[in-house]
C-alpha cells in the first residue's frame, strides 16, 4: 500500500505560462528507494514539493489533482501539519540554514515537532554521526564547505526520523565517499525501518546500483515509471548519457601559454582559527583546464577563490595577471537583476547582445527575459555559466560547475570548455566523470591539505 500518492497532478508557479507537472499519477511505497531523473527544469524538484505539501502551499501557483500522505490531502494540509511524517533535503542547503551553530541547526527540527527536550541534543548528535558529521558539532555553519553543509543540512532531515524522506540532488556537493555512504544509509533507512525514499539526482550511477525504482519526468510528464532493471535498458535507448560510463568529449593535447594565475606555498584559516589550507601551491596556464577535486573540507573552494583574488592568503604568494571570474558553488543567492540577460550584462558594462551570445552559449537562448529566479536549478546555473563567460576572462574558476546539470547538459559544458583555449580554467569538482572528461590535469586535494597532481 502506498504512503504517498499522486492522482493526475498538474502545476505551474505564479505568471509562469508553462507547467512544470503535466497529469503526473504515482505511488511511493514504504521500504522503497526511488529514484526520479530528468534533464534541468523536467519538473523533478517540484514533485519533491508537492509531496512535501510545499506546492501549493508556499509556492502558490495552479494546482490541479491530488496528492496524500499517510492518508492526509495536502491540499487540506501544508507543511506544518506534515512535518516529521516527511522531511525534505533541499537541493540548496544553503537556503534551508537557520542557525549559526551546527547542533543548533540539527536541533531545530526536533524542537519544532515537539520532541522531549532531554532527547533533542542525544539524537542530533546521532544523526550527525550517521551522516559522518559528528566532529561538525560545534563549528560555526558559516565555515562550512558546501559538503560539510549538505551532510549537516542531511543530518538534520534524518534526525526526524521520517516515514517519507525526500531528498532533492542530495550528493551534488559530496566527495565519492561521502555520495556512496549517504545513499546506502538511504537504502538501509528504506529496509529497516520501512522508510520511503524518493530522491533526485544529476549523477545517476550510483543511485542506479542501489534504487529500487526509476522515474523519469519530462518536460513535467511522467515518461517512464518501473525497475531499475527495466529502467537501465530503456534509458540505454532514449537517454543514454544518463547511463553510459561519462559522456567523455574527447581529450586532445595542447600547448598551454602563460601563468595567470601562480599560487606559491600560501595559507589559510577562517575566522574558527581552523587552518584550511597549509603551504599549497599551484599554477594555471593559459589554454589549459585544471579539475581540483578531494574529500569535502579539504579545502579547495578556499583554494579556487585564491586564485581567482577573491580571498587574499595569510601566508605565501598569488601573483594573477589579466582578469578572473569566479562562479560559486551556490549562484542563486547572488541575483541582482530582474532578467536573465540583465543579470549577465552585469560584468561587461551592461552590454546585451554579449550577454544574449553568452546564453545562448549555455543553453538558454530564448530565456532573456525571465527572471532568474524562475528558472530552475541547473538552469540558475547555467545562468550564472553564461554570466563568468560574458567578460572572456584570462582566468575562470567555476566551483562545482555541475551541480543540478543534468548528464547531457554536462556533456554540452565539457565541449564549451575545451572549445576555448584562449583562457586558463580551474574546475572545482566533485564529479569525476565530469573531471576526466574535461580537464588536462586533475589535482587532489587531500585532507591533510597535500597537492597531488595526476
Known amino acids: 500500500m502506498a504512503l504517498a500518492r499522486a492522482e493526475s497532478l498538474s502545476f505551474a508557479y505564479p505568471g509562469s505560462t508553462v507547467p512544470a507537472l503535466r497529469d503526473v499519477s504515482v505511488g511511493l511505497t514504504p521500504g522503497e528507494v526511488t529514484l526520479v531523473l530528468g534533464c534541468s527544469g523536467s519538473g523533478k524538484s517540484t514533485l519533491l514539493r508537492a509531496f512535501a505539501g510545499l506546492v501549493p502551499h508556499f509556492h502558490g501557483g495552479r494546482f490541479s489533482g491530488r496528492v496524500e500522505l499517510a492518508g492526509l490531502d495536502t491540499r487540506r494540509h501544508g507543511p506544518a501539519q506534515l512535518a516529521g511524517t516527511v522531511a525534505t533535503l533541499f537541493q540548496d542547503p544553503e537556503d534551508q540554514v537557520v542557525f549559526t551553530r551546527v547542533l543548533n541547526e540539527v536541533a531545530f527540527g526536533l524542537e519544532n515537532v515537539g520532541t522531549p527536550p532531554q532527547e533533542i541534543e542525544a539524537r542530533a548528535l546521532a544523526a550527525l554521526a550517521s551522516v559522518g558529521a559528528e566532529h561538525l558539532s560545534g563549528r560555526l555553519v558559516a565555515e562550512l564547505s558546501g559538503g560539510e553543509l549538505q551532510r549537516v543540512c542531511l543530518a538534520a532531515t534524518l534526525a526526524l526520523e521520517p516515514r517519507l524522506l525526500l531528498l532533492d540532488e542530495p550528493t551534488s556537493q559530496l566527495d565519492p565517499e561521502g555520495a556512496k555512504a549517504l545513499l546506502e544509509l538511504a537504502l538501509r533507512l528504506a529496509r529497516e525501518r520501512g522508510t520511503a525514499v524518493l530522491l ?119 601573483d594573477r595577471r589579466g582578469r578572473a571570474t569566479y562562479l560559486s558553488q551556490d549562484p542563486g543567492r547572488y541575483v541582482l537583476r530582474e532578467r536573465a540577460d540583465e543579470e549577465v550584462s552585469v560584468g561587461v558594462h551592461g552590454d ?41 576572462p584570462d582566468l575562470l574558476v567555476l566551483d562545482e560547475p555541475t551541480r543540478g546539470v543534468d548528464p547531457e547538459r554536462k556533456h554540452e559544458l565539457a565541449a564549451l570548455l575545451r572549445a576555448n583555449r584562449r583562457r586558463a580554467t580551474l574546475v572545482v569538482t566533485h564529479d569525476e566523470a565530469f573531471a576526466r572528461a574535461v580537464a588536462d590535469r586533475i589535482v587532489s586535494l587531500a585532507l591533510d591539505r597535500e597537492l597531488v597532481h595526476a
Do not use: M
Open 352 to 392: 546585451l547582445a554579449a550577454a544574449s551570445r553568452a546564453l545562448a552559449a549555455v543553453g538558454l537562448a530564448g530565456h532573456e527575459a525571465r527572471h532568474p529566479r524562475d528558472l530552475s536549478s541547473g538552469e540558475r546555473e547555467r545562468l550564472a555559466l553564461a554570466a563568468v563567460l560574458a567578460p572572456e
Open 200 to 318: 533526485s539526482e544529476q549523477r545517476p550511477a550510483l543511485p542506479l546500483e542501489l534504487c529500487d525504482r526509476v522515474l523519469l519526468l519530462d518536460d513535467g510528464r511522467l515518461t517512464f515509471d518501473g525497475p531499475v532493471g527495466r529502467a537501465r535498458a530503456w534509458l540505454e535507448e532514449h537517454h543514454p548519457l544518463f547511463v553510459s560510463a561519462g559522456g567523455d568529449v574527447g581529450v586532445h593535447l595542447h600547448h598551454f601559454g602563460e601563468v595567470t594565475s601562480r599560487l606559491d606555498g600560501v595559507s589559510y584559516a577562517y575566522e574558527d582559527h581552523l587552518l584550511v589550507l597549509d603551504d599549497a601551491s599551484l599554477e594555471l596556464r593559459r589554454g589549459e583546464i585544471v579539475a581540483l577535486v578531494g574529500p569535502n573540507g579539504s579545502g579547495k573552494t578556499t583554494l579556487a577563490k585564491l586564485a581567482a583574488g577573491l580571498l587574499e592568503p595569510q601566508s605565501g604568494r598569488v
